[in-house]
C-alpha cells in the first residue's frame, strides 16, 4: 500500500504541475487533489526536495520501461538512450538511418502519452538549477548519456561523448519543440522528428573516426 501511495503522489504531483504551474506543488495541494487527510504527502515525503527528488526517478523509472518495450517491438536497439542496462542491451550491427527512424517512432509516442511528464519536467529542471545533485537527476530522466555515448561508440564517432551531448541536445530541443516550441499544437510526424536524427546519425563528423 505505501509503494501505491507514493506512486499516487507522484503521479498527482506531475499532473498538478502540468496543469497548475510549479508553485501549486504543495504537500496541502496534492492531499487535497487526492482527497486524503490533511498530512498524508508529507508522511510520505517529508520535505518538498524529497517529492521533487521522488518525481524525478519516477520519470527515469518509466523512461526505461517505456524504452525497453519500445526495444522488443523493434527491428534495431534504438541506440540505447534510455536508462537501460549495458546488460538489456542488444549488440547488433548499427543503421543509423533505421536507428534514426526508430528512436523518432518512440519520441513520437512520448509526445503523444507523457506530455505533462515533459511539461512537469522542464518546469522542475528550471526550478532546481540552484542544486546540481537533483538538476542533474532530472536532466538525466528522459535519455541517458552513457547509453548516447555506447551508440556513437558503435558508429565509430571520434569523440564518442562528445556526440552524444550533442545528440540529447538536439532529441531536448525536438521534444520541447513538439510539446512547448513553436510546433506545439500543431500535428507533428514521426517522419519529421526523423529528418534532423537521420541528419545528425549519418553526419561523417558524428560517425566517423578522425583520420588523424
Same mark, same amino acid.
Not at 487535497?32 to 498530512?39: D, E, K, N, V
Not at 518525481?55 to 518509466?62: E, K, L, N, S, Y
Given at each position: $500500500? %505505501?509503494?501505491?501511495?507514493?506512486? /499516487?503522489?507522484v @503521479?498527482?504531483?506531475?499532473? +498538478?504541475?502540468?496543469?497548475? !504551474?510549479?508553485?501549486?506543488?504543495?504537500?496541502?495541494?496534492?492531499?487535497?487533489?487526492?482527497?486524503?487527510p490533511? *498530512?498524508?504527502?508529507s508522511?510520505?515525503?517529508?520535505?518538498r526536495?524529497?517529492?521533487?527528488?521522488?518525481?524525478?526517478?519516477?520519470?527515469? @523509472?518509466?523512461?526505461?520501461?517505456?524504452?525497453?518495450?519500445?526495444?522488443?517491438?523493434?527491428?534495431?536497439?534504438?541506440? =540505447?538512450?534510455? /536508462?537501460?542496462? #549495458?546488460?538489456?542491451?542488444?549488440?547488433?550491427? $548499427?543503421?543509423?538511418?533505421?536507428?534514426?527512424?526508430?528512436?523518432?517512432?518512440?519520441?513520437?509516442?512520448?509526445?503523444?502519452?507523457?506530455?505533462?511528464?515533459?511539461?512537469?519536467r522542464? @518546469?522542475?529542471?528550471?526550478?532546481?538549477?540552484? =542544486?546540481?545533485?537533483?538538476? *542533474? #537527476?532530472?536532466?538525466?530522466?528522459? &535519455? %541517458?548519456?552513457?547509453?548516447?555515448? =555506447?551508440?556513437? %561508440?558503435?558508429? !565509430?564517432? @571520434?569523440?564518442?561523448?562528445? %556526440?552524444?551531448?550533442?545528440? +540529447?541536445? +538536439?532529441?531536448?530541443?525536438?521534444?520541447?519543440?513538439? &510539446?512547448? *516550441?513553436?510546433?506545439? !499544437?500543431?500535428? *507533428?510526424?514521426?517522419?519529421?522528428?526523423?529528418?534532423?536524427?537521420?541528419?545528425?546519425?549519418?553526419?561523417? /563528423?558524428? #560517425? /566517423?573516426?578522425?583520420?588523424?
Amino acid at each position: $500500500m %505505501s509503494t501505491d501511495r507514493r506512486g /499516487q503522489i507522484v @503521479a498527482a504531483a506531475i499532473e +498538478l504541475i502540468a496543469t497548475r !504551474g510549479i508553485r501549486a506543488l504543495t504537500h496541502r495541494a496534492l492531499d487535497t487533489q487526492l482527497t486524503l487527510p490533511p *498530512g498524508s504527502t508529507s508522511y510520505y515525503f517529508r520535505t518538498r526536495r524529497a517529492l521533487i527528488e521522488a518525481v524525478a526517478d519516477g520519470i527515469t @523509472a518509466r523512461s526505461r520501461a517505456d524504452f525497453v518495450a519500445a526495444q522488443r517491438e523493434s527491428a534495431t536497439n534504438l541506440g =540505447d538512450l534510455t /536508462q537501460v542496462t #549495458r546488460e538489456e542491451s542488444v549488440t547488433r550491427p $548499427m543503421d543509423p538511418v533505421q536507428v534514426a527512424h526508430d528512436i523518432a517512432v518512440w519520441l513520437d509516442h512520448l509526445l503523444a502519452h507523457r506530455r505533462h511528464e515533459l511539461i512537469a519536467r522542464h @518546469a522542475l529542471i528550471i526550478e532546481v538549477l540552484s =542544486d546540481p545533485e537533483l538538476h *542533474g #537527476r532530472l536532466a538525466g530522466s528522459l &535519455f %541517458s548519456l552513457d547509453r548516447a555515448t =555506447d551508440l556513437f %561508440s558503435a558508429l !565509430g564517432a @571520434a569523440e564518442p561523448r562528445e %556526440s552524444a551531448h550533442d545528440f +540529447l541536445a +538536439l532529441l531536448e530541443g525536438l521534444v520541447f519543440d513538439r &510539446f512547448a *516550441g513553436l510546433r506545439a !499544437g500543431s500535428p *507533428g510526424s514521426v517522419d519529421q522528428l526523423a529528418r534532423p536524427l537521420t541528419e545528425f546519425l549519418t553526419s561523417g /563528423q558524428s #560517425r /566517423q573516426p578522425n583520420s588523424e
